[in-house]
């Protein structure tokens, strides 16, 4: 309850109520519990960057396909992807995917949560 003009109570200006937070709190758990998920736009992007040019489907699936680092050779998507698919890829780059962690990605996935 305001007591004059531009002033009130602590108990009811300056504090929230409880709920709010509570709900917050419990957004995050879940958002936290939730599996890590990127646009393919990312993995694109990437590859044009590599490559200094938007990928064909080719380009892209070799790119994918290909990659090295000081652990050894690895794919992108895990697997192998085919110039098809690599295709739809190249179509929905605003979809989201579930990224599966293994040890290479561990730690990069801790720093993004």
């Not at 694109?44 to 050894?72: I, S, Y």
């Not at 929905?92 to 996935?109: D, E, I, M, Q």
């Amino acid at each position: 309850m305001p007591i004059g003009p531009g002033v009130c109570q602590a108990s009811t200006c300056l504090t929230l109520a409880r709920a709010p937070w509570e709900k917050l709190r419990g957004w995050i758990v879940i958002e936290m519990s939730a599996p890590l998920r990127i646009m393919l736009g990312f993995v694109v992007r990437r590859c044009a960057v590599a490559l200094g040019h938007p990928p064909t489907p080719e380009e892209l699936a070799e790119w994918a396909n290909n990659q090295r680092d000081a652990r050894g050779r690895y794919r992108i998507f895990g697997r192998a992807i085919s110039t098809a698919e690599a295709r739809v890829i190249l179509r929905h780059p605003g979809r989201l995917v579930t990224v599966r962690l293994g040890p290479r990605w561990a730690t990069a996935a801790g720093a993004e949560r």
